[in-house]
């Protein structure tokens, strides 16, 4: 801590985390498909044990500048923490991130990026997967992103609260997924409408990118909606379509409107209610 005090400062936008649903281009910008105008602040997440919460994180840097990057948390190994470069796509609407290549912490990365430079690249990009694992108990822990340029450096802190709920085992098919020029929660209604329609995904995608991980958080949450639906006293179908800007399951599920007059992030409120529900139900002791 006193080294990092002694430190010379980095500009306050050097370093960004934002939700699974704010991904963020080469140059430092979200991308169009999936930016809103507020997106949620990432202070003080809630997780569920035996689940991922996962998050970006966008490094704008000055080109030939080495730069590492660490996470940190207090107290030590409550998590599991895995990071994986976001390598860019060029397509037609533009560069997008979406391959995931898994990245040692802590992770080193330098502009122009190589061996594939893009032209005026002046951001790195990275998937941060964060794991509770079953046993954990409920308790509040400091976790902390850290970026470290020359001799200056960033931090962006947060809380994680973990929360009693326990996410029961999932088994994560790869069905196919969105292409990579959909918003980025397109990749959440497969899952979603398998719980409230009762359909089936199909399909096979086996490569490890962005699309896959953000569908796998949405089928350990449905994973959670299952277990929980006997325990609630209501329409839990009906409470989560509310959160999806929906009354009317029959007509939702003939045509879900994947990019109707939600934001990107509506998904969260989804995330927000089970977890809150789940987490009234879990026994003490697990």
């Known amino acids: 801590m006193v080294f990092l005090l002694l430190a010379a400062p980095l500009p306050a936008q050097s370093l960004r985390v934002l939700s699974e649903f704010q991904r963020f281009d080469p140059f430092g910008e979200v991308l169009p498909v999936d930016r809103i105008p507020h997106p949620r602040e990432i202070i003080s997440p809630g997780i569920a044990c035996n689940a991922f ?12 500048e080495p730069v590492f990057l660490f996470v940190g948390t207090n107290p030590p190994d409550v998590f599991q923490i895995s990071l994986y470069e976001e390598l860019n796509t060029k397509t037609g609407a533009g560069w997008i991130p979406d391959a995931l290549q898994p990245s040692k912490m802590p992770a080193f990365g330098i502009l122009p990026y190589l061996p594939l430079p893009i032209p005026e690249q002046n951001t790195l990009s990275y998937w941060m997967d964060v794991f509770v694992p079953y046993n954990a108990k ?149």
Request: one cysteine or more; hydrophobic letters at 40%; proline letters at 9%.
């Open 138 to 286: 409920a308790q509040r822990v400091r976790l902390e992103v850290l970026l470290k340029v020359g001799t200056g450096w960033a931090m962006y802190p947060m809380e994680i609260r973990v929360l009693p709920a326990v996410v029961p085992a999932i088994q994560d098919r790869h069905p196919a997924l969105p292409p990579a020029t959909a918003r980025a929660d397109a990749a959440v209604y497969g899952p979603f409408r398998q719980f409230i329609c009762g359909t089936r995904e199909t399909g096979s995608e086996e490569k490890l990118t962005v699309r896959r991980l953000i569908h796998r958080n949405a089928v350990q949450d449905m994973a959670l909606a299952h277990l929980l639906e006997s325990k609630f006293p209501g329409d839990l179908r009906a409470e989560l379509l509310k959160r999806a800007g929906a009354r009317d399951r029959e007509t939702w599920c003939k045509s879900p409107p994947a990019a109707g007059g939600l934001d990107t992030e509506w998904y969260l409120h989804v995330r927000d209610f089970l977890h809150r529900e789940a987490s009234k139900h879990s026994p003490p002791d697990k």
């Open 53 to 64: 919460a996962s998050f970006h994180i966008a490094v704008t840097i000055p080109p030939r």
